[in-house]
């Protein structure tokens, strides 16, 4: 078959070399704390004032106990040095730590570089985990003296009472659970066991024999930049380029092509786990220095593949998130990113379009200017509140409709193709049955089958089943 007509009917490997929690919770369960993960947001009610920490301002001045209730400024963002040692981040991006200056017990939030002096221990009642006490770098414990004054300056035990100013009341409000969470979480000397035997495990030949026989054609891989990194940045840890490696000799042996999709950027391009982010911070492309570093990873694995037959497509980003990531910035990079790509191979070039406030033609004239290029947009009757109380049918409907719409809206005939990079069939239906969501599924084929380049289920495998295309399959909810 030419090349140039095939149309693309694939499946995402998530979950593999980009860690997400949700596909695969038990990688988590054995880290020591795993609720003290980088990026979890913790907020500290002190026993002795009945209000909660707080960064004054959002950080730059001091930490007061003075807030009822809990949001933002209350909020304190692990960083992880181990187990039980960590550095607090607030809101607007300073470190919780002593003041340099007079007598150094005051609790304050300005440094912007963390070092010793904002390195905190957090010690929990052995029968009660959600009383803490924070014992600070000078060694003594943090106390509320009143409701506007937080030094370090408690010494001693605590009989953990009520009137114990050094206690307080710890409520999580949940975090990331991506590559950097669970490398960092086992830590140097038991990640490398954990990641490899993960990877060795996950996918395998077999899953490549199974998506050859089952009507597929091609594999969506999601890389961390790491991967392409030798040696391997910490805490991120050796062994995914090895599992590349398989994959492409796993595709080659069964027919199957590969797009090599850039899930997780330097710096994060969307704040989220997938693309392992340490904080929820958004960082990529904000500067010419990160935009390079990524072209780099991107030349390294199209030079590493480009002899391999399979290789069928490079995706320069996943998912860039408006407005932090900006469309200069991206412009900047595609640009520099199809070069790179072009060095080496003639694959397809894929540019994603924005999450977030954006056009979704806002890429076609760049792309059009590329030879073989792509807009990847994933489609999900999720992630809004448009979706939350549609019906069955008016799923089903908003498929045949809006996603028709959208898909014309981006479609030229001189244009770049176009592929659904991500999609499910999985919605907000409530006891929906097997032949409601064969309906939904085959709605989708048929609309998203249009696309010009083609489709990617979201994911191989997945605990949720609807999620998992394999369980899908062997189910009899799509037949493809």
Not at 310 to 316: K, R
Not at 328 to 340: D, I, V
Not at 346 to 365: I, K, Q, T, W
Request: charged share 20%.
């Amino acid at each position: 078959m030419d090349n140039s007509s095939l149309r693309i009917k694939a499946v995402n490997l998530g979950g593999w070399l980009v860690t997400e929690g949700w596909i695969k919770p038990s990688l988590f369960d054995g880290i020591p704390n795993n609720d003290f993960l980088d990026g979890t947001g913790l907020q500290f009610k002190s026993v002795t004032t009945g209000k909660y920490l707080c960064a004054e301002t959002g950080g730059g001045t001091i930490i007061v106990a003075n807030r009822t209730a809990a949001s933002g400024w209350e909020t304190f963002s692990l960083w992880r040095l181990n187990e039980t040692t960590f550095q607090f981040r607030v809101f607007n991006k300073q470190f919780v730590g002593l003041n340099n200056n007079g007598n150094g017990i005051d609790v304050v939030a300005v440094s912007t570089t963390p070092g010793k002096s904002e390195t905190f221990e957090i010690v929990r009642k052995s029968d009660d985990k959600s009383r803490v006490r924070i014992r600070a770098p000078n060694g003594f414990f943090l106390q509320a003296k009143s409701e506007v004054l937080v030094t370090a300056d408690f010494a001693g035990n605590s009989e953990w009472g009520d009137n114990d100013p050094s206690v307080f009341v710890m409520k999580n409000s949940g975090g990331l659970q991506g590559e950097f969470q669970v490398t960092n979480g086992y830590g140097p000397q038991r990640a490398p066991q954990i990641m490899r035997n993960h990877w060795n495990t996950f996918i395998v030949e077999d899953d490549f024999k199974f998506i050859s026989t089952n009507g597929l054609n091609a594999v969506r891989i999601p890389v961390g930049w790491w991967t392409a990194s030798n040696p391997t940045p910490k805490p991120y840890v050796e062994g995914s380029l090895q599992a590349l490696d398989n994959a492409f000799l796993w595709a080659k042996k069964y027919g199957v092509k590969i797009i090599i999709d850039l899930h997780a950027a330097p710096g994060s391009q969307n704040g989220w786990e997938h693309s392992s982010s340490r904080d929820g911070s958004q960082e990529w492309g904000k500067t010419d220095e990160n935009i390079l570093q990524t072209v780099d990873v991107i030349e390294f694995l199209t030079a590493r593949y480009a002899k391999n037959p399979s290789l069928y497509a490079v995706e320069l980003i996943n998912e860039p998130l408006a407005p932090g990531a900006s469309q200069e910035s991206l412009n900047k990079y595609y640009k520099a990113g199809y070069e790179a790509v072009r060095k080496h191979s003639n694959a397809y070039v894929v540019l994603s379009n924005r999450l977030g406030p954006a056009d979704p033609r806002e890429f076609l004239s760049l792309a059009s200017g590329f030879m073989r290029s792509v807009i990847d947009v994933h489609y999900y009757n999720l992630f809004s509140s448009e979706f939350d109380s549609m019906t069955v049918q008016q799923n089903i409907d908003f498929v045949h409709t809006n996603r028709t719409s959208q898909l014309n809206q981006i479609t030229t005939s001189n244009g770049p193709r176009i592929l659904i990079g991500e999609w499910v069939a999985e919605w907000k239906v409530n006891g929906a049955t097997k032949e409601e969501y064969q309906k939904f599924a085959e709605a989708q084929l048929d609309v998203y089958g249009r696309a010009t380049f083609g489709w990617a289920y979201w994911a191989l495998k997945n605990v949720n089943n609807h999620w998992s295309l394999e369980w899908m399959i062997k189910n009899g909810y799509i037949k493809l």
